[in-house]
């Protein structure tokens, strides 16, 4: 079975200082994790993966994840926010074979001026 | 690359009637597709998998004779909602991978069915 926990449904900053967005999983399996993004009312963007090669993701505007094994958690991260950022991301876990995915409930990130 | 559309974009009908929304991909061939539905401020609740040729795997409480799926060809899945009701008002998503990337799910934009 697999599971995934964002830790937080809501996030708030300031235009400029770094995003932490939390992400713990739970796999009997090696895992494929995935942060997508979602603005309002559009489809799912791939923001970036790990699938078993370098544990520190880089990803698309800015973002990366780190995977940690021992602390079973891909946080997103990302240095400056800017408003565009305003969001929803969701973490996604899926494991090999059925590659079924089970996603977070999402964070909505809120950017201040 | 690895663009999915949904088409329609937004659909409004009245209760009783049938609603049919595609999903295509644009620029590879998609083995599996999923749909998703999604309810406001929620996440994406699966309702099915769909394999080109097969008939379509679908989550637990998902009724398969509402949500009708076919995946005819690699590159088009359809959903039709039978009979809608206004219940079945929400936001549908459909995704797509290819043999060459099992792992990723690259999404459509969205359908927002309104029933009247």
């Known amino acids: 079975a697999q599971s995934v926990t964002q830790l937080d449904s809501h996030v708030s900053v300031s235009e400029g200082t770094p995003v932490l967005l939390r992400c713990n999983y739970s796999s009997s399996y090696s895992p494929s994790l995935f942060w997508y993004v979602q603005h309002p009312n559009k489809g799912l963007q791939l923001l970036l993966k790990y699938t078993s090669a370098a544990t520190l993701v880089k990803g698309i505007n800015g973002f990366e994840a780190e995977f940690k094994k021992s602390e079973t958690s891909f946080h997103l991260t990302k240095p400056s926010a800017h408003m565009s950022d305003a969001a929803e991301y969701f973490c996604v876990v899926s494991v090999p074979g059925s590659y079924i995915p089970t996603f977070g409930r999402g964070t909505s990130l809120i950017v201040h001026p | 690359g690895a663009v999915v559309s949904q088409h329609p974009s937004r659909v409004i009908c009245k209760s009783g009637t049938s609603v049919k929304i595609e999903c295509r991909s644009l620029d590879f061939q998609a083995t599996t597709m999923f749909w998703y539905r999604q309810f406001p401020k929620q996440s994406l609740m699966l309702m099915a998998t769909?394999?080109?040729?097969?008939?379509?795997?679908?989550e637990q409480g998902v009724e398969k004779d509402k949500f009708l799926i076919n995946h005819a060809s690699l590159t088009l899945s359809t959903l039709t909602v039978t009979s809608a009701h206004p219940e079945d008002s929400s936001f549908y998503i459909c995704s797509a991978r290819y043999v060459g990337e099992r792992e990723t799910q690259y999404f459509g934009p969205g359908t927002r069915l309104l029933v009247l």
């Open positions: 769909s394999n080109e040729g097969s008939k379509a795997t679908y």
